[in-house]
């Protein structure tokens, strides 16, 4: 059994659609396994956007993610990393697979709804980074 980290985002949040998402999580064989609503502040969102730090829209994208709560989860199943990306669509919603969540919820590259872990590397880092190990059921 595979795990990832999702986060559904401030744009996401604040358009009410968290169960809308969470719904095609669990229709599509992801268990929640872990999950709470959060604000980031400015230290928190930017060490989890780490690998990013030297690219232009950084500062933006640390803005953007501590502009409103955030719900994060672990979602656990088969194939559970890639599943979840299929799941997300591309990271621009305009490019994104119909019946995608960013097509489906996303307006623009800088605000798409989702966050997806992207290897079995990151997913690690990422879950460890909002849940300790007695979170995790
Ligand atoms: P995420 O990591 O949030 O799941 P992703 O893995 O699809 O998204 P990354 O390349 O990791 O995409 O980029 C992280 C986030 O940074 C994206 O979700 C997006 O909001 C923002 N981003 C990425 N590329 C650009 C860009 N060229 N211009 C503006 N924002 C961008
Ligand atoms: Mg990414």
């Known amino acids: 059994m595979e ?9 996401a949040v604040k358009k009410g ?12 064989g992801l268990r929640i396994a872990a999950m709470k609503k959060i604000q ?9 956007y780490a690998e990013h730090k030297e690219r232009p829209f950084f500062g933006d994208l640390v803005a953007f993610m501590t502009s409103g709560p955030v719900v994060v989860m672990v979602l656990e199943g088969d194939n ?3 599943k979840n990306r ?4 591309a990271t621009n919603p305009k490019e994104a697979k119909e019946g995608t969540i960013r097509a ?3 307006e623009s590259i800088d ?5 997806g872990s ?14 300790s190990d007695n979170e995790v059921l």
Not at 40 to 48: E, R, V, Y
Not at 86 to 89: E, H, K, S, T
């Open 3 to 11: 795990q990832t980290l999702s986060i559904i985002k401030p744009d």
């Open 17 to 28: 659609v968290i169960g809308k998402i969470i719904d095609r999580f669990e229709s599509n």
């Open 40 to 48: 980031l502040d400015d230290a928190k969102a930017g060490g989890f």
């Open 80 to 82: 559970a990393i890639a």
């Open 86 to 89: 299929d799941l997300m669509g």
């Open 104 to 106: 489906d919820f996303a």
């Open 111 to 115: 605000a798409n709804a989702v966050h």
């Open 118 to 131: 992207d290897s079995a590397q990151s997913a690690q880092r990422e879950i460890k980074y909002f849940f």
